[in-house]
C-alpha cells in the first residue's frame, strides 16, 4: 500500500493495516526505526506518568476521609480494581 509523507513528517498508515495490527486512533504509539534502508513501526504500550506535584496534591485530596466515604479492605480493592481492569481492555 502506498502512503504520502507530509510536510510536517507524518503518514496516513492505511486502514487495512490499522484494522490488522488492532490500533486505536489517539491512544496508542509506536516505535520508529530504520535499518538497511527498511523503516520499521513497531506498537508498544507506554506507562503513562504522573506528574509528582499533581500526584501529591491528588494524595492530600483523595486520603482524606470525608463524611459519606465507604472504607473496604485491601483485598475487595484490589479484586474490584482488577475486574474493572480487565474489562477496559
Not at 16 to 34: C, M, N
Amino acid at each position: 500500500m502506498l502512503t504520502k509523507l507530509t510536510r510536517g513528517n507524518q503518514i496516513t498508515i492505511p486502514k487495512p493495516i490499522v484494522e490488522k495490527a488492532h490500533l486505536k486512533s489517539g491512544s496508542d504509539y509506536l516505535e520508529v526505526e530504520y535499518r538497511a534502508g527498511i523503516i520499521y513501526l513497531k506498537p508498544i504500550e507506554v506507562e503513562e506518568r504522573i506528574a509528582p506535584e499533581i500526584f501529591e496534591k491528588f494524595q492530600k485530596k483523595m486520603l482524606k476521609k470525608e463524611m459519606g466515604d465507604v472504607l473496604v479492605n485491601k483485598k475487595d480493592a484490589e479484586d474490584l480494581l482488577s475486574k474493572k481492569t480487565k474489562k477496559t481492555r
